[in-house]
């Protein structure tokens, strides 16, 4: 089993830049695909960006592309987002997932294991 916990959401201004964390629990973190996802107030939950449990492959959605990056580092069991550019329309809270192998999904009911999420709040 797998525990997951957000860190670095805050509020920022449009243009800004912040780093998310995703803290993992357990010995097995290098076995788990990642994902990332938002949800803003009265919206539904939406793909970020996934990279596979090596960190060999990475996949981003559309308002991802070219301003967030993913990434991680399995000697610390910690995948993060970095999201450069940032825009009132990102405010949400983000997510990160994890699925056993393979390099995720685009889709969140395919993911086991959910952090609590951190608020991202982008000012104009």
């Known amino acids: 089993q797998v525990q997951l916990v957000e860190s670095g959401g805050e509020l920022v201004q449009a243009g800004g830049s912040l780093r998310l964390s995703c803290a993992a629990s357990?010995?097995?973190?290098?076995?788990?695909?990642i994902g990332w996802f938002r949800q803003a107030p009265g919206k539904e939950r939406e793909f970020v960006a996934r990279?596979?449990?090596?960190?060999?492959?990475?996949y981003y959605g559309n308002s991802a592309k070219g301003r967030f990056t993913i990434f991680r580092d399995n000697a610390k069991n910690t995948g993060y987002l970095q999201m450069n550019s940032l825009k009132p329309e990102d405010t949400a809270v983000y997510y990160c997932a994890a699925v056993r192998g393979g390099s995720g999904s685009y889709y969140a009911s395919e993911y086991d294991y959910w952090g609590q999420g951190t608020q991202v709040t982008v000012s104009s």
């Open positions: 357990g010995r097995t973190f290098s076995s788990y695909a």
């Open positions: 990279i596979s449990f090596n960190g060999g492959r990475t």
